[in-house]
């Protein structure tokens, strides 16, 4: 199954009951891919870069508005990660996708957005949005001249959209060996990181061992920022 951090570890925090059991159903295979987060705002606000934005909010109690497209997706996860790293002042705004999300910011009903590079980058390119920095640890080849948050001070504040491949819990060892080197070799061919480039996203082939490794980091990561967050579905 491809699954992502709704799936392994957000779930758990945002529903009172689940059907399954995120640490104990899935055994992990491998890593696929991510998609970069970056921090834009609408060009109307005056900051140009991550630290007067974070100060222009603190300043600004209750004024300064971010959206996302949905309740509990990686850009209101996101966001709420930002605001814990940071101390932020943000007022969450829901909307009923990304692009509309993305209209909001553009005509000014919200201020600031943080979510992936393939919705927010055709804004950022033609000038309707200003980005302030890519939840990375580096820059991007895409935005060569925004910042990292790493750069900027903001390490424990980044964030991006992965998604990997987890098989059922107690499939046996050789399977998932034989999966994973399956999944990483098809995921090395030139022609596959190619197509993800395309569509903004970075192809992440990892042992199963790594892929572990990596769900289990994630979950120090985001439990107490969702639990403080509040953020529950029904």
Request: net charge positive.
């Given at each position: 199954m491809?699954?992502g ?10 529903f009172?009951?689940l059907?399954y059991?995120?640490?104990?159903d ?10 970069p ?9 005056p ?5 007067e ?11 300064i ?13 996101a966001?709420?990660?930002?605001r814990?790293a ?7 705004i ?12 553009m ?10 590079m ?16 890519v939840?990375t ?16 001070g ?26 994973s ?6 995921l ?14 970075i192809?992440?082939p ?11 980091s ?5 439990g ?9 579905l029904q």
């Amino acid at each position: 199954m491809l699954v992502g951090a709704t799936q392994l570890i957000w779930n758990q925090y945002f529903f009172p009951k689940l059907t399954y059991k995120p640490k104990s159903d899935f055994t992990a295979v491998s890593m696929v891919s991510s998609i970069p987060m970056v921090l834009a705002v609408n060009p109307a606000l005056p900051v140009q870069t991550l630290d007067e934005f974070v100060a222009y909010s603190k300043s600004h109690p209750g004024k300064i508005n971010y959206g996302f497209g949905s309740t509990g997706s990686p850009a209101h996860v996101a966001f709420e990660l930002f605001r814990a790293a940071t101390g932020a002042d943000a007022v969450p705004i829901a909307y009923k996708s990304g692009p509309d999300a993305v209209q909001g910011l553009m005509s000014g009903d919200i201020q600031v957005m943080l979510d992936g590079m393939p919705l927010l980058e055709p804004y950022i390119k033609s000038g309707r949005l200003r980005p302030l920095g890519v939840a990375t640890a580096g820059r991007l080849a895409t935005l060569p001249n925004v910042p990292s948050f790493a750069e900027k001070g903001y390490a424990r504040a980044e964030s991006d959209i992965w998604v990997g491949i987890v098989a059922r819990s107690g499939t046996d060892s050789a399977v998932v060996s034989r999966l994973s080197d399956e999944v990483r070799r098809a995921l090395k061919r030139k022609n596959i990181e190619e197509i993800y480039g395309r569509i903004g996203a970075i192809s992440r082939p990892s042992t199963a061992e790594e892929f572990a490794n990596f769900i289990e980091s994630e979950r120090k990561k985001w439990g107490d920022v969702i639990e403080k967050s509040g953020i529950k579905l029904q």
